[in-house]
T-cell receptor, first 112, second 112 residues
Framework: DGGITQSPKYLFRKEGQNVTLSCEQNLNHDAMYWYRQDPGQGLRLIYYSQIVNDFQKGDIAEGYSVSREKKESFPLTVTSAQKNPTAFYLC???????????FGQGTRLTVV | GESVGLHLPTLSVQEGDNSIINCAYSNSASDYFIWYKQESGKGPQFIIDIRSNMDKRQGQRVTVLLNKTVKHLSLQIAATQPGDSAVYFCAVLNNAGNMLTFGGGTRLMVKP
């Protein structure tokens, strides 16, 4: 089945630790995105990538880092510099610009 | 930059009635709009999209209306069912075609 897969579904992290969220797609999409969603709120863009080995900051990139070494993969690292990392993280991909984005099922990160 | 707003945070409708969810956007140059449905704990699902060269687009039980004059977008759901209960987001693609901006979301509650 084609789709976009995020793992793990739930993630717990101690304060001061970095953690990496996985996002893989087998849709042959060029563009990939990371969004953050806080309870009762909309989605805010963290980073996006239009092509392998290239990515751009979104609205709230501070405290996050990404890589795009393969077309299929766009992992997000939440660093210790992120002051309030507890949130629901959503990865998305789209075939090209000006087309709809397809979302994964999300990773809920909790800092304990 | 683009900003997108939703008029009502919660909409409660009777099963079988029609639902209308509204969205306002700020950038008159925006040319691609998408409605997403998000169920609790899941990623958003694409419902329907519309480009600025259209005023109306219909899908199965859903219709999107675009009024470019007042920069307003609406989603109409016919014969609303319990399975339609979710949060609905509108999203607007920026001029560069590489970033979706999401509204804050409207929670649709369907009463049996």
């Amino acid at each position: 089945d084609g789709g976009i897969t995020q793992s793990p579904k739930y993630l717990f992290r101690k304060e001061g630790q970095n953690v990496t969220l996985s996002c893989e797609q087998n849709l042959n999409h060029d563009a990939m995105y990371w969004y953050r969603q806080d309870p009762g709120q909309g989605l805010r863009l963290i980073y996006y990538s239009q092509i392998v080995n290239d990515f751009q900051k979104g609205d709230i990139a501070e405290g996050y880092s990404v890589s795009r070494e393969k077309k299929e993969s766009f992992p997000l690292t939440v660093t210790s510099a992120q002051k309030n990392p507890t949130a629901f993280y959503l990865c998305a991909s789209s075939y090209r610009r000006n087309t709809e984005a397809f979302f994964g099922q999300g990773t809920r990160l909790t800092v304990v | 930059g683009e900003s997108v707003g939703l008029h009502l945070p919660t909409l409660s409708v009777q099963e079988g009635d029609n639902s209308i969810i509204n969205c306002a956007y700020s950038n008159s140059a925006s040319d691609y709009f998408i409605w997403y449905k998000q169920e609790s704990g899941k990623g958003p699902q694409f419902i329907i999209d519309i480009r600025s060269n259209m005023d109306k687009r219909q899908g199965q039980r859903v219709t999107v209306l675009l009024n470019k004059t007042v920069k307003h977008l609406s989603l109409q759901i016919a014969a609303t069912q319990p399975g339609d209960s979710a949060v609905y987001f509108c999203a607007v693609l920026n001029n560069a075609g590489n970033m979706l901006t999401f509204g804050g979301g409207t929670r649709l509650m369907v009463k049996p």
